[in-house]
């Protein structure tokens, strides 16, 4: 940080083009369970009574059943039946209203505090570090974009402009008598996942970063998009190898699976940290 | 602006909430003739040796004789044609050089100047006005995000991740040997036009902007947006009414109509700027 800070140095990278991106679930915060999933069948629990055929259709039964291996059996198709049937049919504000108060209430099963307070404490000392020497960080996530931004901000000092997801098609409408808004249709727009990462950096923010943080497999493209175009770069993916303080999975996990990324590491001269032997605090109230 | 910008103000709009969008064709710069269709039309002259039957066949061969009304008599398709026989099969970067190339040689027919030089005198003034109280402002164009984002930060001093436009697909693709890169595909992904324009203003900001600047019918839902929303809010039309100093061409104009958006701006409280009476100079050089 200090090569591509200090002025004079072979190094040097101008201010504007100091951009770090972050992967978030499994980077930035805890991703067992995957956050917006929870958020997902909450609100199939709190829109049950309007929908009585869930009580026997799935995937909603198995949502309404908190049976998970019912939902993994439901696949890609029944996870997006899940998230349309919770995440449409309103106008954003409204959706931003949802979020914000479930995640308001919302606790971890395992840690017993809210979502937010399982965002990861050293990568929180990274976003400030880069900050401090006149970074400007980005979350390319597969999450719903319109999901994360409601707590970036508040959580990481990521103001909503810096945040980059996953995307369902919205539509301009003017209520009559009210307020023009966009309205959220139950159909996917863009998947910012594995190859779709660097697709969106150069969509979005139109320049190539020189640091990318990651902890899986979807996060390889965007890391070898960083780190590939010569000049001092920086990859880095997070090993979740700490079964008693967090979570130990990589190769074989069905979510945040790290396994190709992590064989391609020492090739591509990526950093991999250890949470085991290298992260002092994993949360910031441990 | 000093209502927004004065801290005590009963409008007082804190500045990460200070955002300002700007429709690029007819309202930044001069639109007739179309700036990226006279670029897409002098790629296919260059690529023409390598692609004999173009000679005989439309769009093209009106395109390589100049004729415009074969161009129009080609329609939407045909125009999609020339864009993307003109625009894909490259990385983003080898098409970037081609646009900085371009725009650094070609020069407006009428005016006889770059087309970086038919930039609006009074619009860069409002740009600085805005940058000066603490405004950022983003480009939401119909134009092509990467040819706009090409001159947009030197000629406007927006940077690339303030630059918002119509999208074609791109593919992430590691080539043997040489460093990842993007590649262009012949396939349209977003039109960010009319209805369009609000629903990419919160795709990529988050925010609802406090001001917004159009020239023609493409830009009213992001007016409506806009201003719809409350509080302290400016809308703005420029309408082009000046046959000596630029052109003059508003309801019946084909490229840049503004018809149904000067009908709604007396209700809406839009201003409508006209060019031959109130700006004093229109061009930089003039």
């Not at 995640?103 to 307070?117: D, L, N, S, V």
């Amino acid at each position: 940080m200090r090569a591509v800070a200090t002025e004079g140095s072979p190094d040097f990278v101008p201010v504007p083009e100091r951009v770090a991106v972050f992967d978030n679930d499994g980077t930035l915060w805890c991703e067992i369970p995957t956050v917006q999933l929870v958020f997902a069948l909450d609100r199939v629990k709190a829109l049950a009574p309007q929908h009585p055929d869930w009580r026997t259709r799935q995937p909603f039964k198995a949502a309404l059943d908190g049976d998970m291996a019912g939902i993994g059996a439901a696949g890609q198709r029944g996870l997006v039946e899940l998230v349309m049937a919770t995440h449409a049919g309103m106008s954003t504000e409204a959706f931003a209203r949802l979020v914000a108060d479930w995640i308001g209430t919302a606790r971890h099963p395992k840690f017993q505090r809210p979502y937010t307070r399982t965002v990861y404490q050293p990568m929180l000392e990274v976003l400030a570090l880069l900050r401090g020497h006149g970074f400007r960080s980005f979350i390319v996530s597969g999450g719903g974009v319109e999901f994360m931004r409601v707590f970036a901000e508040p959580v990481y000092g990521v103001p909503p402009e810096q945040v980059i997801g996953s995307t369902i098609r919205t539509e301009f409408h003017i209520p009559q008598g009210s307020r023009p808004e966009l309205l959220r249709l139950p159909e996917m727009d863009f998947v910012d996942d594995g190859p779709g990462k660097p697709v969106a950096i150069n969509r979005f923010i139109g320049r190539r970063p020189i640091a990318a943080f990651g902890n899986s497999d979807g996060d390889m493209q965007m890391l070898q998009y960083v780190t590939g175009a010569g000049g001092r770069r920086l990859g880095l993916l997070v090993h979740h190898d700490d079964a008693a303080r967090e979570v130990a999975y990589d190769r074989q996990s069905p979510f945040g699976r790290l396994d190709r990324a992590l064989d391609a590491a020492p090739a591509a001269g990526w950093s991999v940290v250890s949470i085991q032997r290298e992260w002092q605090r994993v949360f910031p109230d441990d």
